[in-house]
């Protein structure tokens, strides 16, 4: 199946309103002839267009709903998909006002990279929006790479130190926020300029187009040089007729990589065996990797059900950990409500046991004492699980080290975790 | 260690995949596969016995027939079932119709609308709580802000503000007696992944998707059909060309383009060239209104 692309880079856009971001991503879509013809007939037929009359309004393509075009506003998470010569991608669009943060850690949990988009004419004296704090901390917590895209460069006149001005504002919001690797790029998202090809550039900016910065991403292979990791989504007891001499354990590998003959350890309960099989509908493996479905059997029968994870045997688990959570529910945290973490494949009932602090936004500074939590809040908590989770950090293994919270009498998932220590 | 290697494309979307249906079948007590003997659906079936290898598929096909099928579809749908001895449940628009719960502006309208009824009536009479479907979110403006599982109220319908946040790829399959969930494994392919994958795996299809000579007569931008149900209207001038359908829906509404594609690979060719989206170029209920899908999705609609 060597067919098609197999780079793929999944990016969420971020931006106040206003800030260009439906036009951002029409004029990708476009630029790169994803756009098909009858898709752009009904953006010239749109009956709530914004754009001049004879100008394309390319924000419209992604403003899905009806019923936001009516209200104006956008109320979810889109996905949208393209290729170029060098990729795969796909576009994840996190709208939103007062959802924004639900939208976009939504968003943000399933793209390896953040755009975050800001207004050049509307930042002086390199004064940086709230919301852009907000969401380069959200992207930054939630392990994404940051890119920021400072548009609408045409209204300042591609001005250099006005855009010099920008730079070191967002340089020092991603100090304080303790990133390191960060590109900044300035574009015009309406006619395209530094978005898909490098056109009408003034010569200050040597650097690449936004595209080209995406397209160097490349995030594919590293979950594969990780500890191996299992989440056991089934147990395989027949060999399609009669009962199976061995049972099988269905799953996709987290992390890591197995080979026949590696012992394996059911985290929880610290039984190890040795893999026997490697095996898939298509054939038998000898090896294989982060990211294939496939069905282990081992040597031993272990005492395994859904829920339990094959590790390698490095593997620790624990009751406590402390961890970033971000609370999504309309329904704040309540002490006595009952609520379940999910890991991987494992449920358990879970306790916050302490809410060692809450970021405030504007300042980014950690308001302490608060033992609440409310929709949209980012806090440091302190879990206590009923059964033992695995414990690796999100900062390390971001497959493992991530969680959500359930309400078990609405059924709603209410906050996205992260483990940060145990 | 071995060094890692990158996992093609179409290996990724079909891990993916395969890890979904496994997600959904373990959350839920009484699945069904939504089988409409089209592509999409074809390919579905494919990786549902992935899936669930060496066990047999445990998951019966619902098919809701709108008895305005092309027939070519319905004989594939049977030959699929059989071949494999897959459950097939068939719910007939038909029933609804009889019953009084579906009521048609005119006997040949189209009825993919109606469809949405008798699914609810289906899942409540076999008691399904998620429903698995090809659906992409490439195919239109509201399937791009679907989850792969969609939440769906004791109504069956689709409230857009209540989805619950997906996040990673933990999906939460927790429901309420009397809610359920359409789950949508192929989420993230596009047009072009189908067929590739068709052609890598050797899906089979019904003939209706290659190239073959049929009775047309133009309408609009359109080219429709000429059968029992939408037979040649007074003045108009049926022609026989070389055509072939994208999509295998309702016989009143399901236009074929033309093409000379007489297999899946020139099918693949032709697609990377098309300028035209799917639906936009053979679904006549969808070019009614841009928000058609919206509108349908809403009512319980797939
Ligand atoms: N001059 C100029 N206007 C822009 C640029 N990008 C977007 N706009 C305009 O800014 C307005 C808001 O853009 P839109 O994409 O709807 O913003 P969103 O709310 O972030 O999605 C629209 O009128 C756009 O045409 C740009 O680079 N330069």
Redesign the pocket.
């Known amino acids: 199946m060597s067919m098609s692309q197999s780079k793929l880079v999944r990016f969420v856009t971020a ?1 106040n ?7 951002l991503i029409g004029r990708i879509l476009h630029d790169s002839k994803a756009l098909l013809s009858d898709q752009v007939q009904s953006i010239v037929n749109a009956r709530f267009g ?1 754009a001049d009359a004879g100008e394309m309004d390319l ?1 419209f393509l992604t403003d899905g709903l009806e019923s936001e075009r009516e209200q104006g506003i956008t109320i979810d998470v889109a996905y949208r998909y393209f290729t170029t010569q060098r990729a795969s991608f796909i576009v994840i669009d996190a709208p939103g006002h007062e959802q924004y943060t639900r939208n976009m850690v939504t968003g943000a949990s399933n793209a390896d990279i953040a755009v975050v988009l800001v207004d050049a004419s509307r930042i002086h004296q390199g004064h940086l929006k709230v919301q852009t704090r907000r969401h380069a901390t959200i992207a930054h917590i939630l392990g994404l790479k940051i890119v920021f895209a400072v ?2 460069m ?2 300042i006149d591609w001005s250099h130190s006005h855009y010099q001005q920008v730079e070191a504002s967002l340089i020092r919001l991603s100090r304080t926020l303790g990133i390191e690797d960060i590109d900044i790029v300035p574009i ?3 006619s395209g300029d530094n978005v898909v090809h490098q056109s009408a550039v003034p010569s200050w900016y040597q650097g690449p187009c936004l595209l080209q910065i995406l397209e160097q991403q490349d995030k594919a292979t590293d979950f594969a040089d990780l500890p191996f990791r299992f989440p056991v989504q089934r147990v395989v007891r027949t060999n399609g007729h009669t009962l199976a001499a061995k049972r099988g354990y269905a799953g996709r590998i987290a992390s890591g990589q197995i080979r026949l003959g590696d012992e394996v350890c059911v985290a929880t309960s610290q039984q190890c065996s040795r893999i026997a099989k490697i095996e898939t509908y298509d054939q038998i493996l000898t090896h294989a990797q982060a990211g294939q479905s496939i069905t282990l059997y081992t040597q031993d029968d272990l005492d395994i059900a859904r829920g339990d994870c094959l590790t390698s045997s490095d593997a620790r688990v624990t009751n406590l950990v402390v961890a970033d959570l971000c609370w999504l529910d309309d329904q704040a945290w309540q002490d006595q409500q009952r609520y379940i973490l999910r890991q991987g494949t494992a449920s358990t009932p879970v306790r916050i046991q302490t809410v060692l602090h809450v970021r405030d936004m504007h300042d980014l500074s950690q308001v302490r004492g608060e033992q609440a939590l409310a929709q949209n809040d980012i806090a440091l908590v302190k879990l206590q699980t009923q059964s033992p989770i695995i414990a690796d950090e999100f900062a390390t293994n971001p497959k493992l080290g991530a969680f959500i919270l359930i309400n078990v009498d609405t059924n709603q998932t209410v906050a996205a975790g992260m483990i940060r220590n145990s | 260690m071995t060094h890692a290697w990158r996992l093609s494309h179409l290996d990724r979307l079909e891990s993916e995949a395969i890890y979904i249906l496994r997600e959904a079948a373990a959350q839920s007590e009484r699945p069904a596969l939504l089988f409409s003997g089209g592509k999409d659906s074809a390919v579905l079936v494919h990786l549902a016995r992935k899936a669930f290898y060496p066990e047999k598929l445990s998951i019966p096909l619902l098919h809701i027939d709108t008895g305005h099928n092309f027939e070519e579809v319905i004989s594939f749908r049977d030959k699929v079932a059989r071949s494999f001895q897959d459950q097939l449940i068939i719910a007939y628009v038909e029933e609804s119709i009889a019953c009084g719960s579906v009521r048609l502006p005119s006997p040949m309208a189209s009825r993919n609308g109606a469809q949405a009824v008798t699914l609810l009536e289906a899942i409540k009479q076999y008691g399904f709580d998620m429903l698995l479907g090809g659906a992409r979110r490439d195919e239109d403006k509201a399937r791009a802000k679907e989850r792969v599982f969609s939440h769906r109220d004791t109504f069956g319908a689709w409230t857009p503000k209540s989805q619950r946040p997906e996040l990673w790829d933990i999906y939460n399959g927790r429901l309420h007696a009397g809610e359920n969930f359409r789950v949508f494994p192929l989420s993230n392919w596009t047009e072009i992944d189908i067929w590739s994958y068709i052609v890598c795996e050797q899906i089979a299809l019904p003939d209706l998707y290659f190239a073959h000579k049929r009775a047309v007569f133009k309408d609009g931008p359109l080219w429709r059909p000429v059968t029992p149900l939408t037979p040649l209207p007074l003045g108009k001038k049926a022609e026989t060309l070389s055509v072939r359908f994208r999509t295998v829906g309702d016989m009143t509404c399901t236009c074929p383009v033309e093409s000379e594609a007489s297999d899946a690979a020139a099918i693949l060719a032709e697609t990377r060239l098309c300028t035209l989206s799917e639906r936009g170029a053979t679904r006549m209920d969808d070019k009614v209104n841009d928000a058609a899908m919206e509108r349908r999705k809403k009512e319980g609609y797939f």
């Open positions: 931006g309103v206003d800030d260009g971001k439906s036009t914004r924000a548009n609408k045409d209204l015009n998202a309406r």
